[in-house]
């Protein structure tokens, strides 16, 4: 098994900027491909970024790309995600998860974290 623990989410103002962070606990975790979701009310929980095992992969949301990006730590079992020019549409829970295959669906990972809260306000 592994445990994802998300953190850094909170209240931001349009045009600033986040860095969330995924630790990783209970497996090897540079074997492990790795992605955020996010899920607004209401909404379906959709695809935001992923990165490969190796971190030389990476791949974005078209509403994301150009403003996010995802890196990964193997030393430290960490992912990030770097949020900057927050729209108030980026506003949802943002979930880290883990998997041997780095997708961009839901049901091709295996581990998901606890989800952190990220709100932009206009």
């Known amino acids: 098994q592994v445990e994802l623990v998300e953190s850094g989410g909170g209240l931001v103002q349009a045009g600033g900027s986040l860095r969330l962070s995924c630790a990783a606990s209970?497996?090897?975790?540079?074997?492990?491909?790795m992605a955020w979701f996010r899920q607004a009310p209401g909404k379906e929980r959709e695809f935001v970024a992923r990165?490969?095992?190796?971190?030389?992969?990476?791949a974005y949301a078209d509403s994301v790309k150009g403003r996010f990006t995802i890196s990964r730590d193997n030393a430290k079992n960490t992912v990030y995600l770097q949020m900057n020019s927050l729209k108030p549409d980026d506003t949802a829970a943002y979930y880290c998860?883990?998997?041997?295959?780095?997708?961009?669906?839901?049901?091709?990972?295996?581990?998901w974290g606890q989800g952190t809260q990220v709100t932009v306000s206009s």
């Open positions: 998860a883990a998997g041997v295959v780095s997708g961009v669906r839901t049901g091709e990972y295996e581990y």
């Open positions: 209970g497996r090897t975790f540079s074997t492990l491909g």
């Open positions: 990165i490969s095992w190796s971190g030389s992969t990476t």
